[in-house]
């Protein structure tokens, strides 16, 4: 197989280490996955003395400014710092690329798929000190029955989600690896078997993991589900549709030494393309008469 090299850059500023079991034969990707798997207990922490605080709902500037806190020192500016002085510009590091992936995947998301879970699942947003709303005005009711009926999007949200989506999509091509290498000796056709059932696994788990570990009481009077027991048995298979795309495609995401560094282009197209699938297949699950959540709506 030919060998094709980073071109943007000198080739030795990128270093491969094959063998590892767990973390990315791309040594700036690695790095950057311990650095972001550090980041999961403090997310939970930080989660923690957010809600028991109250401080969910506090008015626009905390309620932005709290979601930011969550994902922009740890996520952004301290690889920055700590990775100042590495031969790539920060620019062309994995973790910024990462980044720049996660924020058009949330906008996506966030914009149009969140009223895909006011509707068919049954989640609500309550933020009655909060005004800046930001979400799409022609899917859901109208924009003053959505208010009533708690389905709108704060933009603080969009923030929460970044700092969301990077555990998600951190941890998860790190088992995903793990569980693949265990048929490293196997055909192609059994590591490429591996792989999807390591992905639907770890699909499910994080679906019905955010529901589980989120929806806790503090939390419960500015986000809700209907029906949290329907959500939780039926409500993490329509969510795993989500982590089914997403997670493999990030998993590619300046994976291998023969592979081209994604570009800018890539980094907007691919996740565009994935909030477009999952769109779709959303759209089957109704359309198919699969069920959705029971109840008001």
């Not at 952004?76 to 590495?86: A, K």
């Not at 603080?156 to 793990?178: D, E, K, Q, W």
């Amino acid at each position: 197989m030919q060998d094709r090299r980073y071109e943007d850059v000198p080739a030795e500023t990128r270093t491969f280490s094959e063998g590892r079991k767990w973390l990315s034969p791309n040594d700036d990707k690695a790095w950057a996955e311990k650095l972001y798997l550090v980041f999961i207990p403090i997310f939970f922490g930080y989660n923690a003395v957010i809600q028991n605080m109250g401080w969910l709902d506090a008015g626009n500037f905390w309620h932005t400014t709290q979601n930011l806190l969550m994902w922009v020192p740890y996520c952004v500016v301290l690889p920055m710092i700590l990775r100042r002085n590495h031969p790539l510009p920060y620019h062309q590091q994995w973790w910024f690329k990462f980044q720049v992936y996660l924020f058009v995947l949330v906008f996506w998301l966030t914009f149009f798929h969140t009223e895909y879970f006011f509707e068919a699942l049954g989640m609500r947003y309550r933020f009655p000190d909060v005004s800046w709303y930001f979400d799409s005005a022609y899917l859901g009711p109208d924009q003053a029955t959505a208010l009533e009926t708690f389905q709108r999007i704060p933009i603080g949200m969009y923030l929460n989600t970044m700092a969301f989506f990077t555990v998600y999509h951190v941890a998860s091509p790190v088992v995903i690896r793990r569980l693949s290498n265990l048929a490293g000796g196997g055909s192609a056709a059994v590591r490429r078997a591996a792989f999807f059932v390591a992905v639907a696994i770890t699909a499910l788990f994080f679906a019905w993991a955010e529901t589980f570990f989120y929806m806790t009481a503090p939390a419960h009077d500015n986000v809700w589900y209907i029906d949290l027991p329907w959500m939780l048995k039926i409500g993490s298979w329509f969510y795993m549709i989500y982590f089914v795309f997403t997670f493999p495609n990030v998993f590619g995401l300046d994976e291998r030494r023969e592979q081209q560094p994604w570009s800018y282009y890539r980094l907007v197209i691919e996740p565009t393309a994935m909030a477009l699938f999952i769109l779709f297949v959303l759209d089957l699950w109704v359309l198919v008469g699969l069920p959705t959540v029971p109840g008001p709506g």
